[in-house]
């Protein structure tokens, strides 16, 4: 069989072909009556043979110890080739998942896409301060690749960084809380406090209703963060869990501030004096009982002032002393406020 004829059914080209021959990979064997080379049926066979390792990946020159040398074991050399190729099949995931971030920003110009390339480079940097500047320095008019805005606050340790994505995050007006609910259903809790303190930064009303499942959630720290952004919304759903934290003494102080904030904006106040009343009545320890007597002083109302009168009485002289300065506060700010 003559080399265009063969090329036509082979599908390598006769280029292909001579350079296979000038290499002594597919030698033509026979000649024709005019002196032509000619492919005999065991150099078809032999061509096909390379092609189909060529496939695997090997190299022309391993292609040829492959087919000649005896000694030539396959077993290390696939081995490679399959680390080579997880190798280069990652890369090509990596920068599909470049490219994906890119075309979800929705560049309209050439320097949205430089400016979006530089972003996500940068949020691969070693160095907090740059991914922290990175983010930062963005245009608040230019569109950014929030699912990747997302996959970095949810993995990104520094506290510095971390705040700044989710400040990048709020300004998209809710746009990667379907990814940020994604988060909060890992089943690594460090994923899912990652995620509620994103969520708490966005108020977007979808939101607040994840904000409300994450009260439900096996880890006090993601309840606790959810209730804290739901009450300073006015949520009231997150009352219980922000009287636990005064009782407990985890973020008592911020807790309080908020529910003092919800007594004022709902008719709440005086069902939270109660709760607290309870445990004053229930409670020996004196840190439980000087933190509940310590927030009774963000509650407004006169329940809550009547409480405090009754702890400026308390036979615990350090609760006695606080309460008693509190309600002395109240009384100059209230006379400063009727003058």
Same mark, same amino acid.
């Given at each position: 069989?003559?080399?265009?004829?063969?090329?036509?059914?082979?599908?390598?080209?006769? #280029?292909?072909?001579?350079?296979?021959?000038?290499?002594?990979?597919?030698?033509?064997?026979?000649?024709?009556?005019?002196?032509?080379?000619?492919?005999?049926?065991?150099?078809?066979?032999?061509?096909?043979?390379?092609?189909?390792?060529?496939?695997?990946?090997?190299?022309?020159?391993?292609?040829?110890?492959?087919?000649?040398?005896?000694?030539?074991?396959?077993?290390?050399?696939?081995?490679?080739?399959?680390?080579?190729?997880?190798?280069?099949?990652?890369?090509?995931?990596?920068?599909?998942?470049? %490219?994906?971030?890119?075309?979800?920003?929705?560049?309209?110009?050439?320097?949205?896409?430089?400016?979006?390339?530089?972003?996500?480079?940068?949020?691969?940097?070693?160095?907090?301060?740059?991914?922290?500047?990175?983010?930062?320095?963005?245009?608040?008019?230019?569109?950014?690749?929030?699912?990747?805005?997302?996959?970095?606050?949810?993995?990104?340790?520094?506290?510095?960084?971390?705040?700044?994505?989710?400040?990048?995050?709020?300004?998209?007006?809710?746009?990667?809380?379907?990814?940020?609910?994604?988060?909060?259903?890992?089943?690594?809790?460090?994923?899912?406090?990652?995620?509620?303190?994103?969520?708490?930064?966005?108020?977007?009303?979808?939101?607040?209703?994840?904000?409300?499942?994450?009260?439900?959630?096996?880890?006090?720290?993601?309840?606790?963060?959810?209730?804290?952004?739901?009450?300073?919304?006015?949520?009231?759903?997150?009352?219980?869990?922000?009287?636990?934290?005064?009782?407990?003494?985890?973020?008592?102080?911020?807790?309080?501030?908020?529910?003092?904030?919800?007594?004022?904006?709902?008719?709440?106040?005086?069902?939270?004096?109660?709760?607290?009343?309870?445990? %004053?009545?229930?409670?020996?320890?004196?840190?439980?009982?000087?933190?509940?007597?310590?927030?009774?002083?963000?509650?407004?109302?006169?329940?809550?002032?009547?409480?405090?009168?009754?702890?400026?009485?308390?036979?615990?002289?350090?609760?006695?002393?606080?309460?008693?300065?509190?309600?002395?506060?109240?009384?100059?700010? #209230?006379?400063?406020?009727?003058?």
């Amino acid at each position: 069989m003559l080399i265009g004829e063969v090329s036509r059914r082979s599908g390598v080209s006769t #280029r292909m072909l001579r350079h296979y021959d000038a290499l002594g990979l597919v030698t033509p064997s026979d000649r024709t009556s005019g002196g032509y080379r000619e492919y005999s049926a065991d150099d078809i066979r032999r061509l096909f043979h390379v092609e189909s390792l060529r496939t695997l990946g090997l190299t022309l020159d391993e292609v040829r110890r492959a087919l000649d040398e005896p000694g030539f074991a396959p077993a290390d050399l696939v081995g490679d080739l399959i680390r080579h190729t997880r190798q280069r099949i990652a890369a090509e995931e990596e920068l599909l998942a470049k %490219l994906e971030h890119v075309d979800s920003a929705a560049p309209a110009e050439w320097d949205d896409v430089l400016r979006t390339v530089a972003l996500l480079r940068a949020l691969e940097s070693e160095s907090g301060a740059r991914r922290q500047q990175a983010i930062l320095s963005q245009d608040g008019k230019a569109t950014l690749p929030v699912e990747a805005l997302v996959e970095a606050a949810l993995s990104e340790d520094d506290p510095n960084v971390a705040g700044a994505l989710q400040w990048s995050l709020a300004r998209t007006g809710g746009q990667g809380l379907a990814d940020l609910a994604a988060g909060l259903d890992s089943e690594v809790v460090d994923v899912r406090r990652r995620a509620i303190s994103a969520i708490s930064a966005v108020r977007a009303a979808e939101a607040t209703v994840l904000l409300r499942r994450a009260l439900d959630d096996s880890d006090a720290t993601v309840r606790e963060r959810a209730a804290l952004a739901l009450g300073s919304r006015g949520s009231t759903d997150s009352m219980p869990i922000l009287l636990g934290m005064v009782f407990g003494g985890r973020s008592d102080v911020e807790a309080a501030e908020v529910l003092g904030f919800l007594a004022a904006v709902s008719p709440m106040a005086d069902d939270v004096v109660e709760v607290m009343q309870d445990k %004053l009545d229930s409670a020996y320890d004196a840190a439980t009982r000087l933190r509940i007597t310590q927030a009774l002083a963000e509650i407004p109302g006169s329940a809550a002032r009547r409480a405090l009168d009754r702890l400026a009485r308390d036979a615990d002289r350090t609760i006695a002393a606080t309460a008693a300065a509190i309600v002395h506060t109240l009384d100059r700010r #209230r006379r400063h406020h009727r003058f």
